[in-house]
């Protein structure tokens, strides 16, 4: 057992004053179930939960994510917008895209984004976002916590077999080992830099989005409750939905629901 303080050095990487808003957990069941105790406790935004270690970690659509100790970076950030509820499910976009930026200052490699929520490398998945809301009682925005999940050290053989052939890390798909505490600190920085972008920067936000996005002119199957269908993607629209020409012609803009990519190993 590793006795040093999880994340070790990250503190060094930032100032004092920012270090103080970040709690590192060795172990949780998920950040983003911390951090929304802080918040309802008037946690103010910026405050960030890390853990090396998370034993219920959460994914989109009801999936776990997993959060083996000592290889990836669990974090969540609380933002406390203005903006109407239905401009916040873009964050979770707005995030993917500060967050290659954050991989490619740390790390030395852009990964790339499959719409709408993951970062790949080499087509695998090496990160997910998961974006949650809370509401006051008034129906106005209360807090948004946006929690990012990152594979940064292990093998492809290390995954579970139902994700050893779609999941991979940093480290499998490039063979570097990046230094997590760096990373975790270029997240920060990439959360912090969100919090003021959002939303007057939208198209500079869409322009690395779309730069990075590897779903655009792919094949793509739509998902939506118990509808499957197929398609091209054509393009990221301007609210960051996707533009998808549906097999038979329809031109359709997807901005909720699950899109599968078709690649190596089929529809990931
Ligand atoms: C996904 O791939 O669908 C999203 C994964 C999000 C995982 C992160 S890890 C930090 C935060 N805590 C959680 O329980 N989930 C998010």
């Known amino acids: 057992m590793d006795e040093r303080e999880p994340f070790d050095g990250l503190k060094g990487y930032l100032s004092p004053e920012r270090a103080g808003a970040v709690l590192c957990l060795s172990e949780t069941g998920s950040t983003n179930d911390v951090l929304r105790g802080l918040a309802s406790e008037g946690a103010p935004a910026g405050q960030i939960v890390l853990a090396d270690r998370q034993t219920a970690g959460r994914g989109r ?13 669990y974090m969540s950030a609380l933002f406390r917008p203005s903006e109407p509820v239905e401009d916040l499910p873009e964050l979770t976009a707005w995030a993917a895209a500060g967050l290659c930026g954050a991989v490619e200052k740390a790390c030395g490699v852009r990964p790339g984004i499959k719409w709408i929520n993951d970062l790949t490398l080499g ?71 969100l919090a003021v972008a959002f939303p007057a920067k939208r198209a500079e936000y869409l322009a690395l989005y779309r730069q990075s996005c590897v779903t655009i002119g792919q094949r793509v199957r739509v998902l939506s409750g118990e509808t499957v269908r197929e398609g091209e ?36």
Not at 63 to 71: E, K, Q, W
Not at 159 to 183: Q, V
Not at 239 to 255: I, K, M, Q, S
């Open 61 to 73: 659509v009801g999936r776990s994510f997993l959060s083996p100790a000592g290889r990836g970076i």
């Open 123 to 193: 087509g695998r998945k090496i990160c997910g976002v998961l974006t949650e809301l809370a509401m006051k009682e008034d129906g106005g925005v209360d807090y948004v916590i946006v929690g990012a999940g990152v594979n940064v050290l292990g093998r492809r053989e290390d995954f579970p077999p139902e994700l050893c052939e779609i999941a991979g890390t940093i480290e499998s798909e490039t063979g570097k080992r990046c230094d997590r505490a760096l990373l975790a600190a270029e997240m920060i920085r990439a959360f912090d830099a």
């Open 233 to 268: 993607a054509l393009d990221v629209d301007g609210r960051f939905g996707l533009v998808v020409r549906l097999d038979g012609g329809a031109v359709e803009t997807v901005t909720s629901g699950e899109v599968s990519v078709r690649g190596l190993y089929g529809y990931v």
